[in-house]
């Protein structure tokens, strides 16, 4: 175990308040703007200073974060005082350790985390107490969650292994090995039923732990040929038992009902890449439920924190106001209706306010439709635009369909593509279209509504088959099912590229670059994970 060179310091750091970002949004052709729905709060100084990395909110004024500087991390005591003028105080320098997770205990009034083999705490009603509660070696704790008996539940991928810990015995209850062998354990929660469920990473399954007073279960989970999943990291359990998990892998979330055996994965939202290069990845991470039954989760790439109603099927998803990419990796609700996240891209932490109604809407006229391969179809929707400003329409797949680099297989646009501010709900059109190569069967497309601020969803499910077209009619270009051929994929370039920002060819190539450059660091930062289980916070 590597030894820890602990320091206790206190600052009572008053910040300059909530920044309500006043430079240009990165869509281009927009005015300048701030999010209503969104408050930042700087964190970092500079691009050397520590770098806010997970969090967890402890009341609606006080959140817990977890900063970073390689090899060393702060615990950050982040408080809101008068006016929101906030005050951080550094509670505790870890020296060789990053901590993965962080949980605050609020029976206990206890700080846990986790670093390097070790879980400890910091007491927050004793300033400078910090106690390393046990360690695990070889173990690698990743993450971590507390059940209604206040035990702690550790995933160790470094021994495959997921712990019951109990910190008023201070003995570890039961220890279970995963499933699947060298599964890279990340994610953790307890369900209100009393189970555990975890994710199986490497393996690509959901892991769950079912104990009756003699004896308990471990069993796992994995989808359908038809269903992929691609990297799947955090998870959480609804009131319904149903399981959410966000895909890292891929630009997707999904869900799995163990009662009955129901896999669905849904594509995030369309993002412009005026927005964020990276938005196309998406790469969601955390995710979690609030009090009222919403899923909210991280879009790290995407530089958006999403919520999705499982009532009404609706996602929306908030964008941070930035300059430069967000990179929004974690993310956890908290009381007061404050969801809070960081942004290490910009050394802040923010919240958004859920609390505040989005004054659009989008439905579709159908709840499924069926494209044959090299064909497109209509799918009418209903748009409700009472926002202020302009509204934009567009058509996303999920991570199989359009994968990052190559052309896509499922795809689209809507007619119209912008609506103004009206009182009353406009019709629209999507147009899905199918590959010649696009695989068959069912999957999720989503239709999203969107402006500088927020991006409302809605999901079709799209049953694409196999095409009647002969072969000596068939073009590069997929045909309209109504009959006529049509050149859909000139006509898509065409308005791809009257959409795109007025920038040069150069600027355009370089954003692209750096994207790559980060897929490839992302993806050498996942091969960590699944050799070692250890998350990797600086590529080498």
């Not at 699947?180 to 354990?185: G, M, R």
């Not at 306010?353 to 006229?365: D, K, M, T, W």
């Amino acid at each position: 175990m590597i030894l820890l060179t602990i320091s206790f310091y206190f600052l009572g750091v008053p910040l300059t308040g909530s920044v309500h970002v006043s430079s240009p949004f990165l869509y281009r052709n927009n005015p300048v703007g701030t999010n209503p729905y969104v408050t930042t709060f700087p964190i970092s100084k500079n691009s050397s200073d520590f770098t806010p990395f997970v969090l967890y909110p402890a009341s609606s004024e006080t959140v817990w974060v977890v900063t970073i500087k390689p090899p060393q991390a702060q615990i950050l005591n982040f408080t809101l005082g008068a006016s929101g003028k906030p005050i951080v105080t550094a509670v505790i320098t870890l020296r060789n350790a990053i901590p993965s997770d962080i949980v605050y205990d609020r029976l206990l009034t206890r700080v846990w985390f986790l670093e390097n083999n070790s879980l400890a705490y910091y007491n927050s009603t004793t300033r400078g107490n910090l106690t390393v509660e046990r360690t695990f070696p070889g173990g690698s704790p990743q993450s971590m969650t507390i059940d209604s008996q206040e035990r702690i539940w550790i995933t160790l991928p470094g021994t495959n292994q997921v712990v019951e810990y109990d910190p008023t015995s201070k003995t570890v209850v039961n220890s279970f090995a995963a499933p699947a062998s060298n599964a890279s354990l990340q994610g953790i929660t307890a369900a209100v039923d009393g189970t555990i469920w975890f994710a199986e990473t490497a393996a690509k399954r959901l892991g769950h732990i079912t104990c009756r007073p003699t004896s308990c279960n471990v069993t796992d989970y994995g989808p359908p040929p038809s269903v992929e999943i691609a990297f799947p990291i955090q998870l959480a359990v609804d009131r319904g038992g149903v399981v959410w998990f966000t895909d890292h892998g891929r630009g997707q979330f999904g869900s799995f009902n163990p009662s009955t055996g129901e896999w669905r994965v849904f594509g995030i939202g369309y993002c412009s890449e005026s927005y964020n290069p990276d938005c196309l990845v998406g790469l969601p991470n955390a995710i979690s439920l609030d009090s009222n039954g919403m899923i909210w989760f991280s879009e790290h790439f995407a530089g958006r924190v999403a919520k999705y109603d499982p009532t009404t099927g609706s996602l929306t998803e908030y964008f941070v106001p930035a300059t430069t990419i967000p990179d929004v990796w974690w993310m956890w609700p908290g009381p007061g209706n404050l969801v809070w996240f960081t942004a290490f891209g910009l050394g802040e932490i923010g919240y958004v306010n859920a609390s505040l109604p989005v004054p659009i809407s989008i439905s579709a006229g159908i709840k499924a439709v069926k494209v044959e391969q090299g064909t497109s179809q209509a799918i009418p929707a209903s748009i409700t635009n009472q926002a202020g400003g302009p509204l934009y329409l567009n058509v996303s797949a999920n991570g199989h369909d359009a994968p990052f680099g190559s052309p896509p297989l499922v795809y689209g646009f809507a007619v119209p593509s912008g609506i103004e501010p009206t009182g009353n709900a406009v019709p629209a059109t999507f147009r899905v279209s199918a590959a010649w190569t696009a695989d068959l069967g069912e999957r999720y497309v989503t239709l999203t509504a969107y402006n500088s601020n927020v991006a409302v969803n809605t999901f079709v499910n799209v049953n694409v088959t196999q095409t009647t077209i002969p072969f000596i009619f068939r073009t590069s270009a997929p045909y309209v099912s109504a009959g006529f051929a049509s050149s859909i994929g000139v006509g898509s370039l065409a308005l791809y590229l009257f959409s795109l920002p007025k920038n040069s060819q150069k600027d355009q190539d370089r954003r692209k670059a750096d994207t790559k450059t980060k897929l490839r660091d992302e993806g050498r930062r996942a091969e960590h994970i699944l050799r070692t289980g250890a998350v990797q916070t600086e590529i080498p």
